[in-house]
């Protein structure tokens, strides 16, 4: 029997609730994030019900668990944990930095010698990041960090080929075509992983899952950032 599940998405401008069936989309409805926390629940059953299902008839529900902008992030997680309770219905977090790679990759067939860089806003000129590829770093492969600092990292690792994706290329464009002219840089503009990804990556950590999961706390790779600060 064919999986059927909520996949929800809540970025820096808008939230998604999207229904699947195993990786078909069966729909999708989007408001703005400035609403979320009202809208979040009736998006979900308006849409459950233009299928004639309801809460009982999913499997379990895929949400974005970060990291990400702050209040957007604590909605979504605050509401599905709500559910989850109210319903028993298990959930599965999708880490959006990782999804953002797996997105890049999948779209962009790349080679094991490029490096994939994910970087998303987390304001004040800092920025969470991720990447991945056979060349190791000196910094761990997810974090939050100020944009100079990964740069230099980027700039001293043996990589020639770097692809880059998040909301926070564009906004740093400038410094990062300045920092890596001498690296060949290839630019996918996406701003957060799409829907469509978050389902694939949670359907598939749903059939790995070992144990049912009915509460999920926020990736704040940021609070990691803030304790070393605090130290120095």
Not at 92 to 121: K, M
Not at 191 to 216: C, N, S
């Amino acid at each position: 029997m064919s999986q059927r599940f909520l996949s929800i998405q809540a970025t820096y401008a808008h939230a998604c609730v999207a229904l699947f069936s195993e990786h078909t989309c069966l729909g999708a409805l989007t408001n703005s994030h400035t609403s979320a926390s009202s809208h979040l629940i009736p998006l979900a059953m308006q849409l459950l019900a233009a299928h004639n299902l309801t809460l009982d008839d999913i499997s379990f529900i895929a949400v974005d668990q970060g990291p990400g902008a702050f209040t957007s992030l604590r909605v979504a997680l605050a509401t599905v944990n709500g559910i989850s309770f109210a319903r028993r219905i298990p959930l599965v977090g999708v880490n959006s930095l990782d999804a953002l790679l797996f997105q890049i990759s999948q779209e962009n067939g790349l080679d094991s010698s490029t490096l994939r860089v994910a970087i998303l806003n987390a304001y004040n000129n800092d920025v969470y990041y991720a990447y991945a590829q056979n060349h190791v770093l000196t910094i761990p492969s997810q974090g939050c960090c100020k944009i100079d600092q990964l740069l230099e990292f980027l700039v001293a690792c043996s990589a020639e080929h770097i692809i880059m994706t998040g909301n926070a290329v564009a906004l740093h464009r400038q410094c990062i075509d300045q920092t890596l002219k001498n690296k060949k840089i290839a630019i996918v503009h996406c701003d957060v992983p799409a829907v469509q990804t978050i389902a694939t990556l949670g359907l598939q950590a749903w059939k790995e899952q070992k144990e049912h999961v009915f509460w999920l706390e926020p990736n704040y790779l940021k609070t990691q950032l803030f304790a070393v600060r605090s130290q120095s």
